[in-house]
């Protein structure tokens, strides 16, 4: 599975109230916000099993938020509209 589609259904599981939209957009510019997601949220979930580096967890969880943010400000913006070339 690309990193697209499993930061897209990441970002689904994530925000909920979204989901729909989050599953249906197309911009290349989110599709990097997805990979980007994708690695962070991998990441975070690795070092969540192995809890010895509580500072490295707390920043990619930052990281995540941040995507979080990223995505909705765009979705908000009207980034639905716009189709990927």
Partial sequence: MSLVRVGRARLAMA???????????????LDDLFEAYALAAGALE????????????????TICEGIQAA???????????VSAQ
Avoid: F, T
């Avoid at 925000?15 to 510019?29: F, N, T």
């Fill in 15 to 29: 925000l909920p109230q979204y989901r729909r939209q989050l599953l249906s957009v197309k911009s290349r510019e």
């Fill in 46 to 61: 690795k070092l969540m099993q192995v809890p010895a580096q509580p500072e490295l967890s707390a920043e990619y969880q």
């Fill in 71 to 81: 995505v909705l400000r765009l979705l908000e913006d009207g980034v639905h509209s």
